[in-house]
């Protein structure tokens, strides 16, 4: 899990469901990477797809993972 993940989750999580290249815009990061880090969380669970365009939410895992993430960071 890097810093950019958490960041694209509690995006996801803000304007759920969202296109990849919309997060990416907002965080400022290369469109390529954001694919690549959102296919690593899917396959972790963190986030699922909502339609055949990629268009994602966050998933109860990545609600929890955010949830530990602002405990620890408190």
Do not use: W
């Not at 815009?25 to 990477?33: E, T």
């Not at 969380?41 to 909502?50: D, P, Q």
């Amino acid at each position: 899990m890097r810093p950019v993940d958490i960041n694209i989750l509690v995006s996801f999580k803000r304007t759920q469901p969202d296109y990849v290249p919309l997060v990416a815009n907002r965080l400022g990061i290369h469109l390529s990477y954001a694919e690549r880090r959102c296919d690593l969380l899917t396959e972790h669970a963190f986030i699922t797809s909502v339609t055949d365009e990629a268009v994602y939410r966050v998933t109860d895992k990545g609600e929890a993972l955010l949830t530990d993430v602002q405990t620890t960071k408190t």
